[in-house]
T-cell receptor, first 110, second 113 residues
Framework: EDQVTQSPEALRLQEGESSSLNCSYT??????LFWYRQDPGKGPEFLFT???AGEEKEKERLKATLTKKESFLHITAPKPEDSATYLC???????????FGAGTTVTVRA | NAGVMQNPRHLVRRRGQEARLRCSPM?????VYWYRQLPEEGLKFMVY????????ESGMPKERFSAEFPKEGPSILRIQQVVRGDSAAYFC???????????FGQGTRLTVV
């Protein structure tokens, strides 16, 4: 069974204080690792897809990286508007559904 | 280009009533997925549909729950005889094909009283 573990559960940052979120996964035949952002009362918003170890993707202050066992979401110089829950999900080969982790809730104080 | 549209956003039902949740996928998307998010839990897959076909319903409870995606109109998730444990946020996602990014709607928050 696919397992996706995100850490930490919660992260409180000062504005400008860079940090990283971790997503460890166990899946048979990874066919994509996905990062989403979810604001309270809203649906998940797609951020990145990573397909192979060594791949990196960036969007504004966010950068996602992938190894064979885990992915990191780096937040550089965060702003209060980066406060959200960040979700990691995996999809295995020959499958289409996503298996989600429990998320990391990030709070950025001004 | 409108995103995935779900309605209603909030739904209150008494125990024993039926709940109908609707999802219109993004334009050009023919693949629809339903997920459930219970309080303090992660998103769990329920069912995957293409037009007029249920492809995978392995995550959906075998009783009281059903889903459809007709040739015309939105996808419907139907919950009969709701119980308090059905209270959750139900999210629909769509994609243009298999194995690519899925985009989520804003969800329907079901409360059973």
């Amino acid at each position: 069974e696919d397992q996706v573990t995100q850490s930490p559960e919660a992260l409180r940052l000062q504005e400008g204080e860079s940090s990283s979120l971790n997503c460890s996964y166990t899946v048979s035949g990874l066919r994509g690792l996905f990062w989403y952002r979810q604001d309270p009362g809203k649906g998940p918003e797609f951020l990145f897809t990573l397909y192979s170890a060594g791949e990196e993707k960036e969007k504004e202050r966010l950068k996602a990286t992938l190894t064979k066992k885990e992915s990191f979401l780096h937040i550089t110089a965060p702003k209060p508007e980066d406060s959200a829950t960040y979700l990691c999900a995996v999809r295995r080969s020959n499958d289409y559904k996503l298996s989600f982790g429990a998320g990391t809730t990030v709070t950025v104080r001004a | 280009n409108a995103g995935v549209m779900q309605n209603p956003r909030h739904l209150v039902r008494r125990r024993g009533q039926e709940a109908r949740l609707r999802c219109s996928p993004m334009k050009g998307h023919s693949h629809v997925y339903w997920y459930r998010q219970l309080p303090e839990e992660g998103l769990k897959f329920m069912v995957y549909l293409q037009k007029e076909n249920i492809i995978d319903e392995s995550g959906m409870p075998k009783e009281r729950f059903s889903a459809e995606f007709p040739k015309e109109g939105p996808s419907i998730l139907r919950i009969q005889q709701v119980v308090r444990g059905d209270s959750a946020a139900y999210f629909c996602a769509s994609s243009p094909g298999q194995g690519v990014e899925a985009f989520f709607g804003q969800g329907t928050r079901l409360t059973v009283v």
